[in-house]
């Protein structure tokens, strides 16, 4: 992956020798950030734990990005000088991804709620584990699952429910659902699907990335 990334960003980076120290460092710095981030992202779909699993690589990404915009001498070189605008797309895509997934909210949620909720989850996990061969899942696991329901409708409300927390949310509720036949899940979804595709664009956008700078610099 981390081959695959650089070469994508290789047209610039053979711009490096028209570039003082500085940009050099600070372009270098972002392509490498985005590697790791990129990776990151490919390890964290399913089951969804961007927020958790991928924070200090998007940290990394978001520094050396702020790097470059507050930089007198390489923002608008690194940014704004060739078509493609590769950092900019880049950057506004990862950012994008990150704010739709409201990864930010999980920050602001205290360890407690969180093992709260991990806790609640393998409770009703278990439950469905231990009935299901006895045909009793909807009757035993209601009052778990509604607890597990009622915690998630809670933090929702309160704007901490990330894409990692509800897209376990959407797999137990799919399973109550579906899988059991319990009846309606009751819950409004965070769009999940529409994150994954989004995350899955970014091979694209690397790619063409690439593209408009093999043009730009031949």
Not at 10 to 28: A, F, G, I, M, N
Not at 156 to 162: E, P
Request: glycine share 4%; proline share 3%; net charge negative.
């Amino acid at each position: 992956m981390r081959s695959i990334l650089l070469l994508l960003l290789l047209p610039t980076l053979v711009s490096l020798y028209k570039l003082d120290q500085e940009c050099s460092d600070l372009q270098l710095a972002f392509a490498t950030a985005s590697t790791e981030f990129t990776k990151c992202l490919g390890k964290a779909t399913k089951p969804v734990k961007l927020c958790v699993s991928c924070y200090k690589q998007y940290t990394s990404v978001k520094e050396t990005y702020t790097n470059i915009t507050g930089s007198v001498n390489c923002s608008t070189v690194l940014r704004d000088s060739d078509n493609a605008m590769v950092i900019r797309r880049l950057w506004d895509a990862y950012s994008n991804m990150w704010d739709s997934a409201l990864c930010e909210s999980c920050s602001g949620l205290s360890s407690n709620r969180s093992v709260e909720f991990v806790n609640k989850t393998d409770t009703v996990n278990l439950c469905f584990d231990h009935n299901k061969k006895h045909g009793s899942i909807c009757g035993e696991c209601k009052d778990p699952y509604e607890a597990l329901l009622n915690l998630f409708k809670d933090l929702q409300q309160d704007g901490y429910a990330c894409a990692d927390l509800a897209d376990s949310m959407n797999s137990t509720a799919q399973a109550w659902s579906v899988k059991f036949e319990c009846g309606h899940p009751d819950v409004e979804y965070i769009p999940v699907i529409s994150l994954a595709t989004g995350m899955l664009l970014l091979p694209i956008l690397f790619y063409m990335g690439n593209g408009f700078l093999s043009k730009n610099f031949s």
